[in-house]
């Protein structure tokens, strides 16, 4: 689709509104520049490339029959972060490794980046590829949104992020007035203070050296403050934005998703900084209080490298050398955490409760609520919605024996055929559907064999962070290992065309095939919003009338610049303005490798694709 065209459409479907339905087949974003702070440009468009891996055979003339069956977007990753939360551990980010997304340059602009992100997916309401037939393009049906809405499993992470979805005003500040009893007591001069930043909306946290002064030198050099120079260490080399963090929390009134979205919980939605069950009672008071610990003198991050970090959160030798920098803050009850419970019930309403209103009654009941996987069908199509998240602690994921067993019985009762123990296909009368699944974990980061009982048993359900699910969880399964795998039962059922994933913030598309057999469907993972390069992926199921599907990704960029404003004093900037900021900061956080497992981009393979798959549904007409 060209340029002058996609103007022209999303004028025509947005009602005149500015953002444009381009795609990164028109146009993409590029890093340029060495060695010091570098800059984005575009670039020119990627067409979709064609992948078959053995799964299906591209027919030369698909293009003149092919019919759209559904068209849908993923959003995923977002993380939305009260980023002057006391629960927050950025002191201990600089150590890198497992923890080296404890904070980025660019979080506090989160919501902004969400709200560029919606404005590209609604102007996109169009397909990018045409249908054969002089169909024309299929409209866009709604959104999965694949897990860690939230970072922290704060309610007004979750507020926040319900309100960019819905097209709210939002206030991305936390933080509430104080009295001179507050917080175990407090001079006037305090009280005065800390109202003043309240009533103003200032910023509070790492990313202000001087709300920490004193500090050895190295101990600022792990972070970014837009108003200082760094003088050394990885970010000397950022911009200043006098002001950033401050405008930052200001309020701004969201465009909101024009098309019904469904959501699945990532571990950062369960979980405190997606690593650790909320079962202590430090863990519980610390969010909502009046202590945020800082950087200190005598606490050396370095002195975590090469260890097991979530582990370590058990010891209290470790909390009281990593608590010793606790300096007073305002603080907020909004702050508190969410139980799985109380985040089912925040999502009531729209859209079948963004989905949890299809969570089947009988698991519902059994698990006392907590069950939030669910299925519903669409355009004859089923998708299937998975928690992945090991409430035991743990970033990585699996599924407990009763979603699994909940899982198996949802692909028979949609699918006629499937491979029984010895490999043979077999038929039986029940009806048949495409099968999309998804969720949060891709199905190789489902490699964590903690079981939920770890997390502890609630004493007053439902809490956060314990495990208020009555039923036994093990034996528990894992993506690719054990006798009774995610993968290996997904493969057992040929109508599965497609896993949607997210968690390891990078594209990927990866081919699962069935050993022995021309079957087996793709996994489709997308970059996260919160990390370069900040995209979502259109996602279109279409039959080729030839025998094979074909599933077309197509990756979005958000809808903000290329190129932000140039370093100046932030009071004046826009909130468009703070999206292709933070984009650019993601572009240059070095820690980036790290948190996007190898690269947000991905290969060119993996950005703007169509991949080929058998039609199952023709196996049972045999």
């Given at each position: ?5 996609a103007?022209a459409l ?11 339905a381009t795609t990164t ?8 520049g060495k060695?010091q702070?570098?800059?984005l440009k ?12 053995g ?7 698909r293009?003149?029959?092919r019919?759209?069956?559904?068209y849908?977007?993923q959003?995923?990753?977002p993380?939305?972060?009260d980023?002057m939360?006391p629960?927050?551990?950025e002191l ?6 497992e923890v080296?997304?404890a ?5 506090a602009m989160?919501?902004?980046v ?8 609604n102007a ?5 590829v045409?249908q054969g037939?002089?169909?024309g393009?299929?409209k866009?049906n709604f959104?999965?949104l694949?897990?860690?809405q ?6 007004n992470?979750?507020?926040w ?8 005003e939002?206030?991305p ?7 001179t009893?507050s ?11 800390f109202?003043?930043?309240v009533a103003n ?6 990313q202000?050296?001087?709300?920490y002064?004193g500090l050895?030198?190295d101990?600022?050099?792990g ?7 760094a003088?050394a260490g990885p970010y000397?080399?950022f911009?200043?934005?006098?002001g950033?963090?401050d405008?930052?929390q200001q309020?701004f ?8 979205w469904?959501?699945?919980k990532?571990?950062?939605d369960?979980?405190i900084q997606?690593n650790i ?10 969010p ?8 200190d003198?005598?606490?050396?991050p370095q ?9 370590l959160?058990?010891d ?7 608590t010793a920098?606790a300096r007073?803050v305002p ?13 089912k019930a ?12 299809y969570?089947n009654p009988e698991q519902?009941?059994a698990?006392?609520?907590?069950a ?5 069908t669409?355009h004859?199509?089923r998708?299937?919605?998975l ?9 990585n ?5 009763p ?5 198996q019985q949802?692909?028979d ?5 499937s491979y029984?123990?010895k490999?043979k296909l077999v038929?039986d009368?029940d009806p048949d559907r ?6 949060h974990h ?7 064999p903690?079981p ?5 048993v ?12 009555p039923r036994d ?8 290992t054990g006798?009774e795998s995610v993968r290996s039962?997904?493969l057992?059922?040929?109508?599965v065309?497609a896993?949607v994933?997210?968690h390891t913030h990078?594209n ?8 022995g ?5 793709w996994e489709?993972n997308t970059?996260s919003?919160v990390d370069?390069?900040q ?7 279409m039959?080729?009338?030839d025998?094979t ?5 197509t990756i979005?960029d958000q809808?903000?610049p ?9 009071a004046d ?5 703070l999206a292709?900021?933070?984009r650019e900061?993601a ?5 980036t ?10 290969k060119k393979n ?8 058998r039609?199952?549904l023709?196996?049972?007409?045999k």
């Open positions: 689709m060209g340029t002058g065209l103007a999303a004028l025509a479907v947005l009602g005149g509104a500015q953002a444009q087949l028109d146009e993409t974003i590029r890093v340029v060695g702070f570098k800059t575009s670039g020119p468009g990627e067409p979709f490339i064609v992948r078959e891996a799964l299906g055979h591209a027919r030369r003339n293009a003149k029959k019919r759209s069956i559904t849908f977007s959003l995923t990753d993380q939305i972060a980023e939360s629960l927050r551990v201990i980010d600089p150590a890198g490794g080296s997304a904070w980025r340059p660019q979080e989160g919501t902004q969400l709200d560029q992100i919606i404005r590209s997916v996109n309401r169009r397909s990018p045409k037939k002089g169909r393009r299929a866009l959104a999965l694949t897990g860690d939230p970072d922290n499993q704060e309610y992470e979750v507020e992020h319900l309100g960019v979805m819905e097209g709210s939002i206030t500040f936390s933080g509430t007035p104080v009295t009893s917080c175990g007591g407090l001079t006037q001069q305090q009280v005065d203070a109202n003043a930043d909306r200032r910023y509070t946290g790492v202000d050296y001087g709300d002064p050895p030198a101990r600022y050099q972070f970014w403050d837009p108003d200082v120079p003088g000397a080399s911009p200043q934005y006098p950033l963090m405008r930052a309020p009134k969201a465009k909101g998703l024009k098309v019904p469904y959501i699945t990532g571990n950062h369960g979980l997606g069950p909320a079962t202590s009672p430090l863990f519980l008071s610390i909502t209080g009046c202590t945020k610990f800082y950087p003198a005598a606490f050396d002195s975590l490298v090469g260890k097991e970090i979530t582990s959160f058990s209290p030798a470790f909390l009281a050398e990593v920098g007073t603080p907020d009850p909004d702050r508190k955490l969410v139980s799985p419970v109380e985040y925040l999502h009531a309403g729209d859209d079948h409760s963004h989905g949890f209103d969570v519902d009941e698990s006392d609520g907590y939030s996987y669910y299925a519903f669409r004859g199509v998708f299937i919605g928690d992945t998240i090991a409430l035991g602690g743990g970033a994921g699996n599924l407990d024996d979603q699994y067993q909940w899982l949802e692909l009762r949609n699918s006629s055929v029984n123990a490999g038929h009368d495409l099968i999309v699944v998804y969720g891709t199905i190789a980061t489902m490699n964590n903690t939920d009982e770890e997390a502890g609630c004493s007053v359900p439902p809490e956060p962070g314990c495990d208020g699910d969880s093990q034996p528990i399964h894992l993506g690719r006798p039962l997904l057992n059922y040929p109508n065309v896993a994933t997210g990078h990927d598309i990866v081919a699962h095939k069935r050993k057999a021309k079957r087996g469907f489709i970059a919003h370069f390069p995209q979502s992926r259109l996602i279109e199921l039959n080729n009338g025998g599907l074909s599933i077309f990704g979005v809808a903000a290329v190129k932000p404003p140039k370093p100046e004093p932030a900037l826009s909130d468009k303005d292709s900021l933070s900061l572009a240059n956080d070095p820690q490798l790290e948190v996007t497992s190898g690269g947000g981009p991905g993996d950005r703007n694709v169509e991949l080929i798959v039609n199952p023709r196996l049972a007409q």
